[in-house]
């Protein structure tokens, strides 16, 4: 039986071979191919990732199902082939690289943040970090960013890995502030040293997610949820609405990744 997915990252793997299900969840599933190499499927409506397929939801509960069955699952050149599914490509696959740019002003965001209570993961609440002094670790964070928005090498191997979760809350920080470097057009990333590369290997660091979406980030590639975002920061959408959607990500990431773009945006504005 043939069926499509709705969207597949430009990104994404094509390391084709036996699929191992890494991760199993209500709205993605995580698969590793033989080179190590993570695919993950979305549900519809809950994004897309530089390594990510999005899929329609009663083709997401079959797949669940039959990987619950440890039934092979297989990536081929023309899709993911699983029991008598096969689950092909679209015609076209999206291009996640960040495309907008701009300015961020720090003020209006900050009115924004400070009616947002949400918790982050390691901090507290977003409402008080950016109405109050910062935390050492978030200072030590700013000032690597400063560092190397000035052309040095920055280590980031004692910040990444701390935090609960697939995507602990420090490396969501981190992320963060790389979309607010690669969306302001003050900042040329490609004149700036590898964000990484002083850093030790980032799978000795975190986790297998993380890893993944900060590679992809460090190049200036982001998932759907922050595309969006980064169309409310160039003002095509409201920007409580896009400060809400994204607090719905994960236990704490979303507002994890709230907290790397104001610290971002407040770095980039003192620089610049």
């Known amino acids: ?50 390594m990510g397929w999005e899929i329609a939801d009663d083709d997401f509960d079959d797949i669940s199902d039959e990987l619950a069955q440890s039934a092979r699952c297989e990536l081929t050149p023309q899709g993911i082939v699983l029991a008598e599914m096969c689950l092909c490509l679209p015609e076209r696959r999206t291009d996640l690289h960040l495309s907008r740019t701009g300015q961020i002003a720090t003020a209006p965001l900050e009115v924004v943040l400070a009616a947002a209570p949400a918790e982050t993961g390691l901090f507290g609440r977003l409402d008080r970090i950016v109405s109050q002094p910062a935390d050492a670790e978030i200072r030590l964070m700013q000032q690597l960013f400063s560092d190397w928005l000035q052309g040095e090498f920055v280590d980031w191997s004692h910040v990444l890995g701390k935090g609960p979760g697939l995507t602990p809350g420090n490396d969501d920080t981190v992320l963060g502030m790389l979309l607010c470097a690669w969306f302001d057009r003050r900042i040329d990333v490609t004149r700036r040293p590898a964000f990484f590369a002083a850093s030790r290997p980032l799978d000795e660091l975190t986790t297998l997610i993380s890893v993944n979406y900060l590679r992809f980030a ?55």
């Open 1 to 50: 039986m043939q069926r499509s997915a709705l969207a597949v990252s430009r990104h994404s793997t094509v390391d084709y071979g036996i699929l191992q299900c890494v991760g199993h969840f209500r709205n993605a599933i995580n698969l590793l191919t033989p080179g190590q190499q993570l695919l993950t499927l979305h549900r519809e409506g809950r994004g897309l990732s530089p």
């Open 218 to 272: 460090a190049r200036g590639i982001f998932a759907t949820p922050l595309q969006r975002f980064a169309a409310a920061l160039s003002g095509e959408r409201p920007l409580s609405a896009a400060v809400s959607e994204l607090q719905e990500i994960g236990h704490s990431s979303g507002t994890d990744t709230l907290l790397g773009i104001w610290s971002g945006a407040r770095v980039i504005n003192r620089l610049y």
